[in-house]
C-alpha cells in the first residue's frame, strides 16, 4: 500500500490530474478527426439537479422520427476527470447508427464531489431525460443508459436505483469495461499481460479520491460484483456487458454479467479479445466494431412496439 492510498493524498493527486488534462487540452482534442462520415448534430442544454447543475451535449440522429429514443451517455475518467468532449466520437457514432439521441452528460467528480454525489446526480439526470423529451424532441418512454469504464459503473448505479425506486423504465444498460468492485484491492486485480493500461497507482488514486470511506465502498452502487451485494436483482434493466481480455477490471466486469445472467437480465456479454482498458481510445478500427455492437442493441431495445392485433 502505497502513500496515495490516503485519501487526502488521493484527492491532491486528483486534482493535480485534473489541471494537468486540462492544461493539456485532452479532453478538447478527442474526436473531431474519428468517423467523419457521423458528423452529427449538438446543442447544449444544462439539466437541474439537487447536486449540482449537469451540463450536457445532445447529439440528434438524422431521422424522420420527431420523436426518436433517448441514450443517456456517461464518460470515464476514474470518478475524478472531466471529459465529457472524450465520447464525442461515440456518440456521434450511436447517433447515426442507432438513430437515438444521446445526451453527453458532464457529471461532477471527485474529490470535489465524493460518493455518493455522482450516481446521485446521474440517477436524477435520467429521470429528467425520461419525463422532459416532449419539450426537447425525443422519446423518453424509450430510454437506455450506458457508459465507459466509471461512466459505465455509474450506468450500472443509475440502472440500479431506478430498479430500486420503480422507474423509470430502462430499456437496455450499457456496460464498458466498468469497475464494479471496489471492495478487492487494485493490486490484487490481475491482468493478463505485464503492463496493463490501469496501474495500480492509478487505482489508488481513483478509489481513495471519490470514496475515501473504505466501508463504504461495499455499497451497491459502487461494488455490485462484490462478494457483499447478494440481493435479488430480478427485474433491473437488461444490460450489455462489454469486457476487455487484457483489463485489470475483467473478471469483476465477468462476475456482474454472471450476476444478471442468473436473472435473465442479461442480453450480452462480450469480452474483446486481446484488448485492454480503454482500446476503442486508440483503436479505431476496434471501437468502430464494438460501437456497432452497442448500436445494435440500442436499436433492438428501443424499437417501437408492435401494434396490437385485434
Sequence with gaps: MSVLARPRVAAVAARVAQVVAFVAGA???RGAKVFPECPGTMRQVTIPTSIAPAPAVVYRPATRDPHPPVHVNLHGGGYVMRGVRFDDALCRYL????GVVVVNVDYVVAPQHPFPAAPRQVFEVVRWVAGHGAEHGWDGRRLT????SAGGALAAAAARQAWEQDGPAI????LHYPPLDLTTDVRDKRSMV???VLRPWMGEVFDNAYVPDPAMRAHPLVSPAGSADTADLTGIAPALVITAEYDVLRAEGHRYAQRLREVNALVA???VPQADHGYDMNDVE????MYAVIAHHLRRATRPAPPATT
Excluded at 443508459?145 to 465507459?148: D, L, P, R, T
Excluded at 430499456?171 to 450499457?174: E, K, M, S, W
Excluded at 476496434?286 to 466494431?289: E, N
Design 269 to 271: 456479454h462480450h469480452d
Design 171 to 174: 430499456a437496455l444498460q450499457v
Design 145 to 148: 443508459v450506458g457508459g465507459q
Design 286 to 289: 476496434r471501437a468502430r466494431q
Design 194 to 196: 505485464d503492463r496493463p
Design 95 to 98: 447517433a447515426a447508427e442507432a
Design 27 to 29: 479532453t478538447a482534442r
